[in-house]
């Protein structure tokens, strides 16, 4: 019943900015942590941020200083603002949430930094 929509990728130049959106929708009465993480091709996804517990935040290290997460409780949204891009950034892009004390996945969007 519960989905999340990811949009927001595209192809950006090193050093530009984007900023990706993810949108629950459905029957959601209790919002424990939403947050973002990333694939690369060949690699394992890993955790870039993540929003829980009363606004805390946290980021990976390679992302810090650099992306900043954010949400609104009320729209069931969090933001991701990428800035500084950089080519290891490139991947597929994920939200993740825990809602209604259950996990949900995005369908994911793509991140491609050029040199």
């Known amino acids: 019943q519960v989905q999340l929509v990811e949009s927001g990728g595209g192809l950006v130049q090193a050093g530009g900015s984007l900023r990706l959106s993810c949108a629950a929708s459905?029957?959601?009465?209790?919002?424990?942590?939403m947050g973002w993480y990333r694939q690369a091709p060949g690699k394992q996804r890993e955790l870039v941020a993540v929003r829980s517990r009363g606004d805390n935040t946290n980021y990976a290290d390679s992302v810090k200083g650099r992306f900043t997460i954010s949400g609104d409780n009320a729209k069931n949204t969090v933001y991701l603002q990428m800035n500084s891009l950089k080519p290891e950034d490139t991947a597929v892009y994920y939200c993740n949430a825990l809602l209604n004390l259950s996990t949900y996945w995005g369908q994911g969007t793509q991140v491609t930094v050029s040199s």
């Open positions: 459905g029957s959601i009465f209790s919002i424990g942590a």
